[in-house]
């Protein structure tokens, strides 16, 4: 939710119905362990194919490119920083999806037949469930003219019927589950803690080594479970470990994990189809 996108070059009346079931889910998600918050932004350079289609809007580093003041991230969020319709495309997504063994998206945000739509088919590509939420999303109001509530149906329906997309409303997501775990006390929200706390070489975790060493897989892998894209995104799933610099935020680019202390899942590493090369 940038502000060109409810007050600026691309203001859209429908924005603003959906600014608190956004800030209700974020706030959420912040207070559970099994959630990860990221923000895909638009984040336009000239030249942009889309700038022909709707002219300069959200331009990288500029006002009209900063999240709205009620949806700001915190520390712990994520950004994704996009130049195309899907969150996905050209962007670390994918290496952020595969990092935190996401399973899930619950996608939010503008607009429901655009780039929330492109966002869900590639996550829908990539084996990832697929969760909308109703009144957490917005077609463009300015092209449905006095048609916008069937255009908002029509998108659902469409993410429904193609990607096999789980329609559902922001109080059935806020609802505490057995499957969702309030936050440890003390604990910072998940992907949080300082680097020298998270990573001991490579961005790996001290206490995932340990669990690691005494076989306990589960318990490395079972610490976030769902999650949530702000297209804006919100994403879900089971995180793997960070075990090499290529997956660390900030990282090297190469992978320096070690045969046999377990996969990190980085397409570099040892065990990975590049043979760490």
């Not at 329906?157 to 997309?165: E, I, V």
């Not at 020298?196 to 690691?212: H, L, N």
């Not at 075990?243 to 660390?248: E, G, H, L, V």
């Amino acid at each position: 939710m940038l502000t060109d996108f409810t007050s600026g070059k691309l203001a859209n009346p429908a924005a603003g119905q959906i600014i608190e079931p956004i800030a209700a889910l974020t706030r959420a998600a912040r207070e559970r362990d099994d959630w990860l918050l990221i923000y895909g932004n638009d984040a336009h350079c000239p030249g942009d194919f889309e700038l022909a289609v709707f002219g300069e809007h959200a331009m990288a580093g500029s006002p009209g490119a900063a999240v709205i003041d009620k949806l700001s991230p915190q520390p712990g969020d994520l950004i994704v920083p996009k130049r195309y319709y899907s969150a996905f495309t050209q962007t670390d997504l994918d290496a952020t999806c595969r990092v935190h063994g996401i399973s899930r998206l619950v996608v939010t945000g503008q607009h429901t037949d655009c780039c929330c739509r492109h966002t869900s088919y590639d996550a829908f590509a990539r084996g990832i469930k697929v969760t909308v939420v109703s009144d957490a999303t917005a077609v463009y109001e300015p092209f449905a003219a006095d048609r916008y509530q069937q255009a908002q149906d029509d998108a659902l329906h469409y993410l429904r019927t193609y990607y096999g997309a789980e329609v559902t409303s922001t109080a059935a997501l806020v609802q505490p589950s057995a499957a969702s775990r309030p936050r440890s006390p003390g604990r910072p929200p998940a992907g949080s803690r300082p680097r020298e706390q998270r990573a001991e070489r490579g961005g790996a975790d001290p206490e995932d080594d340990r669990r690691a060493a005494a076989g306990d897989a589960d318990g490395v892998r079972g610490r976030v479970r769902h999650g949530m894209v702000l297209s804006y995104l919100q994403a879900a799933g089971s995180p793997a470990r960070i075990r090499c610099s290529a997956w660390s935020l900030g990282g090297t680019g190469r992978c320096d994990s070690e045969p046999g202390r377990g996969l990190c899942g980085c397409r570099l590493g040892p065990n990975g189809p590049y043979g760490g090369t």
